[in-house]
T-cell receptor, first 113, second 114 residues
Framework: AQSVTQLGSHVSVSEGALVLLRCNYS??????LFWYVQYPNQGLQLLLK??????LVKGINGFEAEFKKSETSFHLTKPSAHMSDAAEYFC???????????FGAGTILRVKS | GAVVSQHPSRVICKSGTSVKIECRSL??????MFWYRQFPKQSLMLMAT?????????EQGVEKDKFLINHASLTLSTLTVTSAHPEDSSFYIC??????????FGQGTRLTVV
């Protein structure tokens, strides 16, 4: 079975500050890992994904995440937060090609001006 | 990227009526469609998985007779909430995949049952 734990249901940062959203996973098979962003009343948009290639994955909007097997983590970072980054972020794990994703509880990111 | 078009985006219905939600893959063939439900302040929970031309596979605790899924073609899957009740009010999202390709989400449907 696979599971995802996102530490912190709410994260607040100042505009221009570092964004760090934490995600830890549990998987009995080599995982595929994903970060999605959801704006209010919208579907999910893929930010980035790890599929067993490079451990440092770069995504859209300046986000990146690093897969650390030893820590079973896949934390999402962005060097400088922008107001438009305010949204809810979901970490997800799957076993193959992103099918049957298991989602974390989500982290709401607030960006203060 | 590829697009999954989901309609309606919002629907309000009376208790006891049925509501159909459609998801269409616009520029790829969605051999598999996943249906998720998201309650307020909660994460997405997988309801069922449907493969084109086959019966859907439902997750534990999801009533297959209440949530009817049809995936008759490679570009269209529907979810019908039958005899809806207020507790069915939720955000429903479909996710389509062509198999060994990236999966794409619909825009979601906000269902409110009054």
């Amino acid at each position: 079975a696979q599971s995802v734990t996102q530490l912190g249901s709410h994260v607040s940062v100042s505009e221009g500050a570092l964004v760090l959203l934490r995600c830890n996973y549990s998987s009995s098979v080599p995982p595929y890992l994903f970060w999605y962003v959801q704006y209010p009343n919208q579907g999910l948009q893929l930010l980035l994904k790890y599929t067993s290639a490079a451990t440092l994955v770069k995504g859209i909007n300046g986000f990146e995440a690093e897969f650390k097997k030893s820590e079973t983590s896949f934390h999402l970072t962005k060097p400088s937060a922008h107001m438009s980054d305010a949204a809810e972020y979901f970490c997800a794990v799957s076993d193959l090609y992103g099918n049957k994703l298991v989602f974390g509880a989500g982290t709401i990111l607030r960006v203060k001006s | 990227g590829a697009v999954v078009s989901q309609h309606p985006s919002r629907v309000i219905c009376k208790s006891g009526t049925s509501v159909k939600i459609e998801c269409r893959s616009l520029d790829f063939q969605a051999t598999t469609m996943f249906w998720y439900r998201q309650f307020p302040k909660q994460s997405l929970m997988l309801m069922a998985t449907s493969n084109e031309g086959s019966k859907a596979t439902y997750e534990q605790g999801v009533e297959k007779d209440k949530f009817l899924i049809n995936h008759a073609s490679l570009t269209l899957s529907t979810l019908t909430v039958t005899s809806a009740h207020p507790e069915d009010s939720s955000f429903y999202i479909c996710m389509g995949t062509g198999g060994n390709t990236e999966a794409f989400f619909g825009q979601g449907t906000r269902l409110t049952v009054v």
